[in-house]
C-alpha cells in the first residue's frame, strides 16, 4: 500500500469480504452479506468480495485484494472485472492477515488489465514486456480438471471464446498437466490447513493488537469457520506435522515441476480455462450446491480451478468473457510460467482487446 500511496494513489475506504478472508462467498456473517451488483441476490465471489463488488459498480478504478486461494480471481470473474494473481513472493506480504504464508499474496482487480499492469509496476518496478499479439500465441487447454462439470451456458461461452481465439491466429494446444488431478487438492490443503492457525497466532502477537488466536476463534461469527477450525485446522481432522512437511516439500515441488515441464514440453505461453465452475450462485445456496445435475461441495467447486496457481506459485489472471442470457459475468483464467508475470498481463490485454469488456451493471 506504501508503494501505491508513494505513487500519488488515493485510498478511499476499505472493503468488505469474507470473514477473516477464508471463503469464497463474501456472505460475511459478522459485517452482513456482500451483494453481486449485477444481481443483488447473488454472490460476488470471494473473499475479496467488496473490492470486486466497488471495482465493478464504479466507486474506484482498481482495489487491492488478497488471493490463498483463488481470493482475487473468482470474485474478480463473478463481477464482470479483471483479477491479479502475482507469482508468489512477488509483492511484499507486510500487513495482510495471514492464512498461508506458503500460499498467500496480495493480488489486483480492476476494470482492465491495463490498470492491473500500471499498478503492478509501481509495486513490482521492472522492464515492460513487449506487447503481446494472438497470432502465434501458444496457449494450453488443460481439458481434465479445469473443464470438467461446468455450467452448461458458461461451457458453451468458454468454447465460443476458444474458438475467436483460434480464428484470431492463436495455437491452442490440447494437453493435461501430468498429475495434475492427483495432486492439487492434496497438497493446498494441509499446507493451508496446518500453516493458518499458526500464522494467525503468529500475527496477532505481533500486531500489537493484544488479541489472542482463542479469542479471534471463539469470536467467529460465520458457522462455515467455526467449522473448518472446528475439525480442519483444530480439530481430528486438522493436518499432522508429517503431513504437512509431505506436502511442502514433496507435493509441492512435484506439482510446480509438473507445471515447468509442461510449460516447456508445448512451449506454451500460458494456459487458459474458465475462472469458475459457474456464473455467480444465490446468497444463501448453502455449503451443497448443485452444477450441470450434479451435487458438489460448494467451497471445493470455487477452489478447483483458481487453486492450483497458489500451489504452484503462479501467477494468474482473470479477464472477463461475457454476460450470460441471466445477465451474469463469467471469467476466462490466464495462468502463465512462474515468474512471467509481465508477459502474463500483455498476453491478458491481448485477449481483453479480442473478447471486449463487458458493459457495467444496472445499478439500482
Known sequence: MARLVGAGALVLGKNGLHELAHGTTSENAAFGVIRNPYDPTRIPGGSSGGTAVAVAARMAPAGLGTDTGGSVRIPAALCGIAGFRPTTGRYPTDGVVPISHTRDTPGFLARSVLDLALLDGIVAPGPEAAPATLPGLRLGVPRALFYE???????????????????????????????????????????????????????LAASGSGMTLEQVVAGLAGEDLRETFAHEVRGAGAPTEAAYREALEVGRPALQAAFRAHFERHRLDALVFPATAQPARPIGAGAEIEIAGRKVKAFAADLRNPRPATVAALPALAVPLALTRAGLPVGLELDGPSGSDRRLLAIGRAVEELLGRLPGPRLR
Open 149 to 203: 462439470g461446468l455450467d452448461p451456458e458458461l461451457g458453451a461461452l468458454v468454447e465460443g471464446a476458444l474458438g475467436r481465439l483460434a480464428r484470431a491466429g492463436v495455437t491452442l494446444i490440447e494437453a493435461d498437466v501430468e498429475g495434475l488431478e492427483g495432486r492439487g487438492s492434496k497438497v493446498a490443503g494441509p499446507i493451508s490447513d496446518y500453516e493458518f492457525p499458526r500464522d494467525l497466532a503468529a500475527y
